[in-house]
């Protein structure tokens, strides 16, 4: 087991080691910060002011925790040094106490790493024979700006952004690789005209930026064969109302256009398709109201059950059914996934990346 886990922003939390039989039935929790009005005959009406991710408690009991005088069961403790378990908790629930910094707990329930303090002001011990103890402690869920250590790695999820090198070079990034779970046999990228790249230009993260001085610039992918039922784009278009029928994410010739700018407005145009969902930042909106992230970054989440067929592969930045829709767009990562993911795993995911840019 690691003894530590880097976040996003590259800053290094101590990971909780005492294994899962350490603590026998561990209790999880999940709560949501709602405002519930009760309207009567089953009405009512209900406003979430808190994260829709919500925020994640476990309560564990440590039934045998030995002295090192009993057994030679060590772990490695917050400050590198060999401890017994025992004292492991002691020295982990004094350090976080004192220096106020959370460590990373794994959830028995789904493998998930978290932010994790000491709900419990006290830690007490309850004395066996021959030096063994128990006790029980809860660990609350905590959030910091920009700092993730969420793993969502799934086997047919394809990630690209600056530091998953599927660009390769620096401002560059003429040619790269196309994961092979997207399409068969793998793929080229391509860039074209007007992409560059802008270092630390995100929360410390570089970004891709299309058409800043000419309607040239996109990237595709040129093998067939893909089929994507959701997606997550960290993007942003660089002006109030489309100037035109931006072409963000579309088949490069003839094919599906995914998202597309509503010239003139702030909204994608509608697709009009059945089992479709779009969420930016979370927040899902109608199909006839697709608002897009205008002069600000967001997090835009696709959902279609059936799937988009990319009989020709798939395109940024460019409509691929009406020549000259450029879009005015930042790029800062684009996830694509092949089939149909849990809810949960959207939501996630959304804050994953909304905390890693600092969105």
Request: one cysteine or more; charged letters at 20%.
């Amino acid at each position: 087991m690691p003894t530590t886990v880097t976040s996003t922003s590259g800053n290094t939390y101590h990971l909780f080691q005492l294994a899962e039989p350490s603590y026998w039935e561990p209790e999880e929790s999940i709560r949501f910060e709602e405002l519930e009005n009760d309207l009567g005959d089953g009405y009512f009406s209900q406003a979430l002011y808190g994260a829709n991710t919500g925020l994640r408690s476990w309560k564990l009991k440590l039934g045998t925790l030995a002295h090192t005088d009993v057994l030679p069961n060590t772990v490695t403790d917050v400050s590198g040094a060999t401890v017994s378990r025992e004292e492991y908790l002691w020295n982990l629930f004094c350090h976080t106490k004192v220096t106020g910094e959370p460590f990373v707990f794994t959830s028995p329930r789904d493998g998930q790493y978290h932010l994790v303090r000491f709900a419990d002001k006290e830690l007490s011990y309850q004395k066996m024979r021959v030096k063994i103890y128990s006790t029980g402690v809860e660990l609350k869920q905590v959030r910091i700006p920009g700092e993730s250590v969420f793993s969502l790695d799934v086997t047919d999820i394809t990630v690209f952004d600056e530091s998953a090198r599927q660009y390769i070079g620096d401002t560059a990034f003429a040619i790269g690789l196309w994961p092979i779970a997207l399409a068969s046999g793998g793929a080229s990228l391509t860039v074209t005209g007007d992409v560059t790249e802008v270092a630390a230009e995100l929360n410390s993260h570089a970004i891709k930026r299309f058409n800043s001085s000419a309607s040239t610039g996109y990237v595709k992918q040129q093998i067939d064969g893909s089929t994507v039922r959701e997606a997550f784009l960290v993007m942003k278009m660089r002006e109030a109302t489309f100037s035109n029928a931006a072409g963000v994410f579309a088949d490069r010739a003839g094919g599906p256009d995914v998202l597309i700018g509503s010239s003139g407005t702030s909204k994608f145009a509608n697709p009009s398709l059945s089992g479709f969902t779009y969420k930016l930042n979370g927040l899902t909106y109608a199909q006839s109201d697709l608002q897009a992230p205008m002069n600000a970054w967001g997090v835009v989440h696709l959902r279609y059950e059936t799937g988009w067929e990319f009989a020709n592969g798939v395109q940024f930045g460019r409509d691929g059914t009406t020549g000259g829709t450029y879009a005015l767009m930042d790029l800062a990562e684009i996830v694509l996934l092949t089939e149909i993911q849990p809810t949960t795993f959207g939501l996630d995911m959304t804050e994953y990346l909304s905390v890693k840019y600092g969105i």
